[in-house]
T-cell receptor, first 116, second 113 residues
């Protein structure tokens, strides 16, 4: 597609429920990143994909968080047993392999997750 | 370890006056540096980048930033603010892993008419 697409744009869920957040990167972008933006703070790195593999999962805050990417394209971030502290905007970005270093990343509009 | 400090959480200027958003970084190597802008209810957009070429970098919408290694700074400037510049601005530095970005906490730019 023309840009990075994320869905849903907003999600309200009850504490303890599981949620899935979807990211559809720009066609041909092999690198995909998930970030979390909490209110009044900068972005927090969660996980990075190169193709379908995730060389670095160190940013995932707990084992309740997982992500996968299939076909080198769409990625899903899953949060199990959601907690109120998971409330944030979850941003996805993609880039042409390591081009992101030199040319920046293209970000989606994010999914605003609210856990009540 | 790399880090980024945006010295002001809010900056308020009058339309037509200069803008200065301050950013200091620390890095054990020569990083790449970026400024991103986030307008309300919109996605993040790359304003400009420094990647070890010219130290004065020009970006979109009349913004520019100067990389000063001796001061470890990468301040963002614009000669004349426009109402449409009202947004949150993030200073970003690459981590030595070469694929992670370290983000500042952001500076909210307010433009007074």
């Amino acid at each position: 597609g023309a840009g990075v697409s994320q869905s849903p744009s907003n999600k309200v869920t009850e504490k303890g429920k599981d949620v899935e957040l979807r990211c559809d990167p720009i066609s041909g972008h092999t690198a995909l990143y998930w970030y979390r933006q909490s209110l009044g703070q900068g972005l927090e790195f969660l996980i990075y994909f190169q193709g379908n593999s995730a060389p670095d999962k160190s940013g995932l805050p707990s084992d309740r968080f997982s992500a996968e990417r299939t076909g080198g394209s769409v990625s899903t971030l899953t949060i199990q047993r959601t907690q109120q502290e998971d409330s944030a905007v979850y941003l996805c970005a993609s880039s042409l392999a390591f081009q992101g270093l030199n040319y920046g990343y293209t970000f989606g509009s994010g999914t605003r997750l609210t856990v009540v | 370890a790399q880090s980024v400090t945006q010295l002001d959480s809010h900056v308020s200027v009058s339309e037509g006056t200069p803008v200065l958003l301050r950013c200091n970084y620390s890095s054990s190597y020569s990083p790449s540096l970026f400024w991103y802008v986030q307008h309300p209810n919109k996605g993040l957009q790359l304003l400009l980048k420094y990647t070890s070429a010219a130290t004065l970098v020009k970006g979109i919408n009349g913004f520019e930033a100067e990389f000063k290694k001796s001061e470890t700074s990468f301040h963002l400037t614009k000669p004349s603010a426009h109402m449409s510049d009202a947004a949150e601005y993030f200073c970003v530095v690459t981590k030595d892993s070469n694929y992670q970005l370290i983000w500042g906490a952001g500076t909210k730019l307010i433009i007074k008419p």
